[in-house]
């Protein structure tokens, strides 16, 4: 996809007329898809795609156009000159835009990870075969993804990972289950394994009858899936610099100094070590990392291209949504095996579901739990619990209520499919708090 990508970007170059600018992004995939229910293979695929991103640019007017690829390189040239011809007959019409910037550099990255996955039916089996008796259902999605970027400037970026993402669940009945993932760029048949046995020993406990215990504040330990949902939950605009200068960041106390978190907590987006590319759909390079919360308090926020011109700031590599795509919580040193003795009496949360803002402003969040939550009593789980509602303030859980943070920390990578796979990741511990509020 390489060679098509350049062949392109140079076709571009040909076809400007005086004054014109452009730049140009690309989105490929080869992916697999397997969907499993009953511990069957249910639904293969095979999905290639690519599409590339026109922006025709003269002075401050701007006009953009996608192109859906064919990978015939002469059909693909006259679809280009076609969206080239319609931009530049729209451009007359458009006002300028005070807000843009572009990245004038003639700069030339690559990033080309090695494919060290085992083809996609080998894997999938592993699971079915590590799963076996139990009645699993989930999705594989798997294989390459590209990105490019080039302009009239002459940058010329490029980046491909090979990786997988398994998610899956062991079900008991009716709507109890155990949810697992397994990610990355390399597979590893052992760790499936032990993932595999954490499942069933977590599915035999929901044999159990289930608790439910009254609304009130709980020890709780929120596992590392669980604290994922939790943090990406501060994703929608926590650490933006446009939520933060509109004051319309759930974080806005965090950077007012009005409030901070536990000395322990850091914060990251740290692309050197997710899967995401080192540049961003605008050609703006993306540091190796950018501290957000160091130490409990406010660090650096993510600056797009747009809201540097806005505010008069310097960009970051941030997207237009100014999201982590790389997010990463520092682990701590509670050991996996002394979780449920520290944890004492109170509520192991697997897992959670459907989280929103409560009150935005005040950094209170709210979601269910799901699948396997379970009662623990003096070190040792004794029932599963029925589903429950928290309502609890982001401060107050990373903050003044943080007991200890889990030395362990998984990758996940994000599972959307939505158009195309997506690059994000985020890598986070556990946390043991005293004390979480659940309210029915």
Do not use: C
């Not at 660090?299 to 505010?311: F, H, V």
């Not at 990463?328 to 192991?348: N, S, Y």
Request: charged share 20%; glycine share 10%; net charge negative.
């Amino acid at each position: 996809m390489e060679a098509i990508f350049d062949s392109l970007a140079d076709h571009l170059r040909s076809r400007l007329a005086a004054g014109e600018q452009f730049t140009a992004s690309f989105h490929g995939e080869r992916s697999d898809f397997v969907r499993m229910n009953h511990g069957r293979i249910r639904q293969p695929g095979h999905v290639v795609q690519a599409t590339l991103d026109l922006r025709l640019m003269h002075g401050g007017r701007h006009a953009s156009s996608a192109v859906g690829l064919s990978g015939h390189l002469a059909d693909d040239k006259a679809r280009l000159d076609g969206a080239l011809a319609r931009a530049r007959a729209a451009l007359p019409f458009l006002p300028e835009d005070p807000h843009l910037l572009v990245h004038r550099s003639n700069v030339e990255t690559h990033s080309a990870g090695a494919d060290r996955l085992p083809p996609a039916g080998d894997l999938v089996e592993a699971a079915l075969d590590e799963a076996q008796g139990a009645d699993l259902v989930g999705i594989f999605a798997g294989g390459a993804v590209f990105r490019g970027f080039a302009s009239s400037w002459g940058q010329r970026s490029w980046y491909a990972r090979h990786s997988f993402d398994l998610d899956w669940s062991l079900v008991h009945a009716a709507d109890k289950a155990v949810k697992s993932t397994l990610a990355g760029e390399v597979f590893d048949r052992s760790a499936l394994a032990r993932a595999m046995a954490d499942a069933r020993h977590r599915l035999s406990l929901l044999e159990r009858p289930a608790r439910s215990v009254p609304p009130g504040r709980y020890r709780a330990w929120l596992s590392p899936a669980a604290m994922e949902e939790l943090l990406g939950t501060l994703n929608w605009g926590g650490f933006s610099a446009k939520a933060r200068h509109t004051h319309a960041s759930p974080l806005q106390k965090l950077y007012t100094g009005e409030r901070h978190f536990d000395p322990r907590v850091s914060l990251f987006e740290d692309v050197a070590n997710g899967v995401a590319p080192d540049f961003q759909e605008d050609g703006f390079l993306r540091p190796p990392q950018v501290p957000l919360v160091v130490d409990g308090q406010a660090g650096d926020l993510l600056i797009s291209p747009r809201t540097a011109r806005e505010y008069g700031l310097e960009p970051n590599g941030a997207s237009a949504a100014e999201s982590p795509e790389a997010l990463r919580m520092a682990a701590g040193d509670l050991a996996d095996a002394d979780v449920l003795a520290r944890l004492g009496t109170g509520v192991w949360v697997s897992n959670l579901w459907y989280l929103n803002f409560s009150d935005r402003s005040a950094g209170r969040i709210t979601g269910m739990t799901r699948f396997a939550t379970f009662w623990v009593e003096d070190g040792e789980i004794v029932a599963p619990l029925s589903v429950m509602r928290f309502d609890d303030s982001i401060f107050d859980l990373l903050g003044e209520r943080v007991e200890a943070i889990g030395a362990d920390a998984p990758i996940s990578l994000n599972n959307g499919t939505y158009f195309e796979r997506s690059t994000g990741s985020m890598t986070t511990p556990g946390l043991l708090v005293d004390g979480l509020s659940f309210t029915l």
